[in-house]
């Protein structure tokens, strides 16, 4: 199932989400498209959900060159990551966190703790949030907030 990202052009945010099983093939078809869409901009906040993620087949070296080579967004980009704590998920989380060794990157547990430090408030988003949890897996469909 494809990396699926929501941009929001008026918050300056990008949501992003990774259901089911998440390669190398299809994080980089997300990073291509996020930097080609004419929405998004390099310095947008993002949350990224990876908490529905099954599998994630990604390894650090996969990690390192993904940040180094391919990730859009800037270094000073305020970026959140969610996902389960004790999980493998979370590990990958951390892992990218430690490969990108920003200040503007987190990983949290908690999606309201990860709200928090992009600056967002879950109720200012919660028409958006139950707009992005439920988007489909439609790789010929680009979500726009």
């Not at 990008?14 to 994080?27: A, I």
């Not at 800037?74 to 999980?87: E, T």
């Not at 920003?102 to 707009?131: E, N, Q, Y």
Request: aromatic share 10%.
């Amino acid at each position: 199932m494809p990396v699926l990202s929501l941009i929001d052009p008026n918050r300056c945010l990008v949501l992003t989400k990774c259901p089911g099983k998440l390669t190398r093939d299809e994080l980089f078809v997300s990073f291509q498209e996020l930097a080609l869409d004419s929405d998004f901009k390099v310095s947008f906040r993002q949350l990224i959900d990876l908490s529905l993620a099954s599998v994630i087949e990604l390894t650090y070296n996969d990690l390192t060159i993904f940040h180094r080579l391919h990730d859009p967004f800037s270094p000073d980009a305020r970026r959140a990551l969610f996902a389960r704590q004790g999980s493998t998920n979370y590990g990958v989380a951390r892992m990218f966190q430690g490969i990108a060794n920003a200040p503007g990157i987190a990983t949290f547990d908690s999606l309201s703790d990860a709200l928090s430090w992009i600056d967002l408030k879950p109720s200012v988003l919660t028409r958006d949030l139950k707009r992005w949890l439920a988007f489909d897996a439609n790789p010929k469909r680009r979500a726009r907030a």
